[in-house]
């Protein structure tokens, strides 16, 4: 694999880390939703318009994006919020096949089946860098807030969460426009890496293969998602060479394996502190166990 196809694949994993934090932010709330890749594809397609129609800056299409997003995100959670576990996927999944539909049929807006080329000004390390930065330091924030607590407790219980005073309505209304801002941002990286968005772009793949990375990262700390994503990225291309073409299957049993026996993902902050417990305790148990050592052997040269 070339230097060049590294630099891509390395590139792409930051945005499909972006994705994957745009689903843990509604996931963090309770909600189960995949209508990110929606609010990615109406970020895209509203920068990559207003970019060829008007020369919209690609800075300000980014922000446009992330706007865009987050109202969809609100005028989503509106609609949907309601619903409970699997029928709020579903839902939003049907949002995923709703965005191809309205890409197809909107052509003066989105080029249809053919659709259209967007400015790549945006495809830059420094950018997708430091959207990751300000989206890490917003959720790591968060996390620290009353709306991080709250959050917590909603996604572990709803109910015992407003017999404490918390809505979970407001909270995961919170989560969904959090998830659209980051999943509109992530559109517009998106189409401006590719400099080209199509009807299949944002499609249920990109969704599926989102959420296995959030699975595999593990959903119970922001940094879980952006590394699921870059190893669910990068994993494939290293074993291209070694499978002999059937690296997906590869990944799929990994994913598969990961889910047996690390239910809570690569990064589980709960089992990394019960690590350093063990190993605090093991070295307390060393130094006493030497301490003593050390007085009877004191004792016994006294004798």
Known sequence: MSTTAWITT???AGVN?????????????????????????????????????????PVVGLLLGTVVGALMGAVTAGFVIRLDSHYLAMATIAMVLIGRVLVLNLTDYTGGAAGQLVPGDL?????????????????????????????????EDAAVAQTLGISPRQIQLIGFVL??????????????????????????????????????????????????????????????????????????????LIIIYMPRGLVDMRRFRLLRARLRDDGDTTVRSTEGDDRVAATEGAR
């Not at 594809?41 to 800056?57: K, M, N, P, V």
């Not at 420094?126 to 959050?151: N, P």
């Not at 699921?228 to 990994?254: K, M, N, Q, S, W």
């Open 17 to 57: 880390a972006l994705f994957a934090l745009s689903i843990y932010a509604s996931l963090w709330t309770g909600a189960l939703s995949l209508a990110p890749i929606f609010f990615g594809a109406a970020g895209a397609f509203t920068f990559g318009y207003l970019a060829a129609a008007f020369g919209l800056s």
């Open 123 to 155: 495809g830059t390390w420094l950018w997708l860098i430091g959207t990751l930065l300000v989206a890490g330091y917003v959720l790591s924030r968060l996390a620290k807030s009353r709306f991080g607590l709250a959050a917590d407790a909603v996604r």
């Open 179 to 256: 998830s659209g801002a980051l999943g509109g941002a992530a559109g517009v990286m998106q189409a401006s890496f590719l400099q080209y968005i199509g009807p299949d772009t944002f499609y249920t793949h990109l969704a599926f293969v989102t959420l296995a990375a959030v699975v595999l990262g593990g959903a119970f700390h922001w940094a879980g998602p952006v590394v699921g994503a870059i190893a669910f990225t990068i994993l494939p291309e290293l074993l291209r060479d070694v499978t002999g073409g059937y690296e997906r299957v590869v990944t799929g049993v990994v994913l598969i």
């Open 10 to 12: 390395l590139q792409f």
